[in-house]
Nanobody, 121 residues
Framework: QVQLVESGGGLVQAGGSLRLSCAASGSIFSIISMGWFRQAPGKQRELIAR??????????DSVKGRFTISTISRDNAKNTVYLQMNSLKPEDTAVYYC????????????WGQGTQVTVSS
């Protein structure tokens, strides 16, 4: 099992920045990628950034050039993924969820509890 705990959400003005953090613990040795999703009211949850265990990152077009995903492995028991969000826009307002994928025969997804990001105009 993998446990994910997010932090760093909040209220920011348009053009501002926030950094989200997600601490993963438990069976992190089996994680093959970590990512950030977001869900705005009335919309489906969407993938906005993902980074593989090998360090390859990809982004949704809506955040490319403004958001950066990175990860730090402190030891074999804990891994942290960050999402640096710059030039924030009101349309970035959503609940942001951390995700970890593990490959155990099939792909297994773990989710954080979500953190609210609100961008005012």
């Amino acid at each position: 099992q993998v446990q994910l705990v997010e932090s760093g959400g909040g209220l920011v003005q348009a053009g501002g920045s926030l950094r989200l953090s997600c601490a993963a613990s438990g069976s992190i040795f089996s994680i093959i990628s970590m990512g950030w999703f977001r869900q705005a009211p009335g919309k489906q949850r969407e993938l906005i950034a993902r980074i593989t265990s090998g360090g390859l990152a990809n982004y949704a077009d809506s955040v490319k050039g403004r958001f950066t995903i990175s990860t730090i492995s402190r030891d074999n028991a804990k891994n942290t993924v960050y999402l640096q969000m710059n030039s924030l826009k009101p349309e970035d307002t959503a609940v942001y969820y951390c995700n970890a994928q593990r490959a155990l025969g099939s792909l297994i997804n773990s989710w954080g509890q979500g953190t609210q990001v609100t961008v005012s105009s």
